[in-house]
């Protein structure tokens, strides 16, 4: 089950263009496509006549074609054309869904449309900052449910055994972690005083010698992280810490699209606050992280497989505290969301 109610990435924008192409998102089939004026549009990937998919058809000028009769769908779904002398039937439409473009992605609205409003969309700070690096990657292809990558991200422990080459370190074993529900979702987070830094972070912080280190891991409802990593020099960090010049922060931005229940589209971004015009440090973060998320899709890919088949009950351990709490939440929203569209249907 999913909330619908709420943004999800559908693309990065450059993936949208004048071609007509099939995405997926909560199961459901989208046309997706921009008009002659660059304007997105997402339509219910269905003729109603006999279900052709609209991707399968073709654009004209800014309305959609279906390959198998011919009905003609304009940008809010409605048929504005049919075969035959008897007029277009009124039901003879499809769904439109809400999209909007911000920060590179193209986001879209499952739910009602009614509802749908864009400054609802997840605020990403230094976006445009010219003092800020940006690094990213393509979307990756994940074989298990959204929320396992979700628990992933509101776990900071996995890193000592997952990425043992990369974000890792013996202090991210056994650290205590510190749990907080916020309104729009949970953060799991815990500082580390003075230790060697993790190998992907001793390549870029700019000071030598031992570190300070944040890890705040925040997951927001229904699928979205925030993963901001701070290295600081040891002795300058702590909540209240002055937090040194060459402070290294490195904010990386989280986008689970569940595709269905068994698969989920993961797009990612890191902002960083030095060398922001530095083309090779870009490239090689991006190559850094993507193997680093390839790590965690080949275990994530694994679980799913085993939570999938389990003969016995898993465990929780005391780590899974913020997992935990985020999906007694996220339930209770999807719960009451369809409890108010049965209301309405009645």
């Given at each position: 089950?999913?909330?619908?109610?709420?943004?999800?990435?559908?693309?990065?924008?450059?993936?949208?263009?004048?071609?007509?192409?099939?995405?997926?998102?909560?199961?459901?089939?989208v046309?997706?496509?921009?008009?002659?004026?660059?304007?997105?549009?997402?339509?219910?990937?269905?003729?109603?006549?006999?279900k052709?998919?609209?991707?399968?058809?073709?654009?004209?000028g800014?309305?959609?074609?279906?390959?198998?009769?011919?009905?003609?769908?304009?940008?809010?779904?409605?048929?504005?054309?049919?075969?035959?002398?008897?007029?277009?039937?009124?039901?003879?439409?499809?769904?439109?869904?809400?999209?909007h473009?911000?920060?590179?992605?193209?986001?879209?609205?499952?739910?009602?449309?009614?509802?749908?409003?864009?400054?609802?969309?997840?605020?990403?700070?230094?976006?445009?900052?010219?003092?800020?690096?940006?690094?990213?990657?393509?979307?990756?292809?994940?074989?298990?449910?959204?929320?396992?990558m979700?628990?992933?991200?509101?776990?900071?422990?996995?890193?000592?055994?997952?990425?043992?080459?990369?974000?890792?370190?013996d202090q991210?074993?056994d650290?205590?972690?510190?749990?907080?529900?916020?309104?729009?979702?949970?953060?799991?987070?815990?500082?580390?005083?003075?230790?060697?830094?993790?190998?992907?972070?001793?390549?870029?912080?700019?000071?030598?010698?031992?570190?300070?280190?944040l890890?705040?891991?925040?997951?927001?409802?229904?699928?979205?992280?925030?993963?901001?990593?701070?290295?600081?020099?040891?002795?300058?960090?702590?909540?209240?810490?002055?937090?040194?010049?060459?402070?290294?922060?490195?904010?990386?931005?989280?986008?689970?699209?569940?595709?269905?229940?068994?698969?989920?589209?993961?797009?990612?971004?890191?902002?960083?606050?030095?060398?922001?015009?530095?083309?090779?440090?870009?490239?090689?973060?991006?190559?850094?992280?993507?193997?680093?998320?390839?790590?965690?899709?080949?275990?994530?890919?694994?679980?799913?497989?085993g939570?999938?088949?389990?003969?016995?009950?898993?465990?929780d351990?005391?780590?899974?505290?913020?997992?935990?709490?985020?999906?007694?939440?996220?339930?209770?929203?999807?719960?009451?969301?369809?409890?108010?569209?049965?209301?309405?249907?009645?």
């Amino acid at each position: 089950m999913f909330l619908r109610n709420a943004w999800y990435v559908a693309a990065w924008d450059h993936e949208v263009t004048r071609e007509l192409q099939q995405i997926m998102v909560l199961g459901e089939k989208v046309c997706i496509f921009r008009t002659e004026a660059g304007d997105l549009v997402a339509l219910e990937d269905a003729c109603p006549h006999r279900k052709l998919p609209l991707s399968k058809g073709r654009i004209k000028g800014d309305t959609v074609e279906c390959g198998y009769h011919g009905l003609t769908f304009n940008c809010v779904g409605q048929c504005v054309w049919a075969p035959g002398s008897s007029g277009i039937p009124s039901n003879a439409k499809v769904h439109a869904y809400p999209c909007h473009e911000k920060y590179g992605l193209v986001w879209i609205w499952m739910g009602n449309p009614a509802l749908a409003d864009p400054s609802d969309i997840f605020e990403i700070e230094h976006y445009d900052d010219p003092a800020w690096g940006i690094n990213r990657g393509a979307a990756m292809e994940l074989d298990c449910n959204y929320l396992l990558m979700c628990d992933n991200l509101l776990d900071p422990t996995h890193v000592a055994w997952v990425h043992q080459s990369s974000f890792g370190s013996d202090q991210t074993k056994d650290a205590p972690l510190r749990i907080k529900k916020t309104d729009d979702g949970v953060i799991v987070h815990r500082w580390m005083m003075d230790h060697e830094p993790a190998p992907f972070y001793k390549k870029v912080v700019e000071f030598e010698g031992n570190c300070d280190r944040l890890q705040h891991y925040e997951v927001r409802y229904p699928s979205h992280a925030l993963i901001k990593a701070v290295f600081t020099p040891a002795g300058t960090g702590g909540p209240d810490g002055p937090l040194h010049e060459k402070t290294f922060i490195m904010d990386s931005y989280n986008f689970m699209t569940p595709t269905d229940e068994g698969r989920t589209r993961y797009y990612w971004f890191q902002l960083r606050n030095i060398r922001p015009d530095d083309e090779a440090l870009s490239k090689m973060m991006s190559e850094d992280v993507q193997h680093a998320f390839e790590e965690d899709r080949a275990v994530l890919n694994e679980v799913q497989k085993g939570m999938t088949n389990k003969t016995t009950p898993h465990i929780d351990l005391p780590i899974d505290g913020g997992q935990l709490r985020f999906r007694r939440q996220l339930q209770a929203m999807i719960n009451e969301e369809q409890q108010v569209d049965r209301q309405m249907a009645e």
